[in-house]
């Protein structure tokens, strides 16, 4: 199984940007499909974006597009989720997990712990 670990969260203002890093010293991350989800309270879990292994193509929840950029860098091991234009909306526990990629990004496997981004003035 992957051990994936979430960072980049924190608490940021209307209009701000952060960006989320998920990785793993348990193996290559590079070869897996990978997803970004969140979960606010009281609310189920969303898909946000995804990344195929190679790293040519992505799907983002309509949500988000045109705020949120996923990306992968190969040499650190690490899947990137880029946010700008922040809103309070937004406001959720991010997760990193396999996924299976097509036109969605569904959970396969091996969430992350997650990491906190709170959007507020």
């Known amino acids: 199984q992957l051990q994936l670990v979430e960072s980049g969260g924190g608490l940021v203002q209307p209009g701000g940007s952060l960006r989320l890093s998920c990785t793993t010293s348990?193996?290559?991350?590079?070869?897996?499909?990978i997803g970004w989800f969140r979960q606010a309270p009281g609310k189920e879990r969303e898909e946000v974006s995804c990344?195929?292994?190679?790293?040519?193509?992505?799907n983002t929840a309509d949500s988000v597009k045109g705020r949120f950029t996923i990306s992968r860098d190969d040499a650190k091991n690490t899947v990137y989720l880029q946010m700008n234009s922040l809103q309070p909306e937004d406001t959720a526990v991010y997760y990193c997990?396999?996924?299976?990629?097509?036109?969605?990004?569904?959970?396969?496997?091996?969430w992350g712990q997650g990491t906190q981004v709170t959007v507020s003035s």
């Open positions: 997990a396999r996924v299976w990629f097509n036109s969605r990004c569904t959970y396969r496997s091996d």
């Open positions: 348990s193996e290559s991350l590079n070869i897996y499909n």
């Open positions: 990344i195929n292994g190679r790293g040519d193509s992505t």
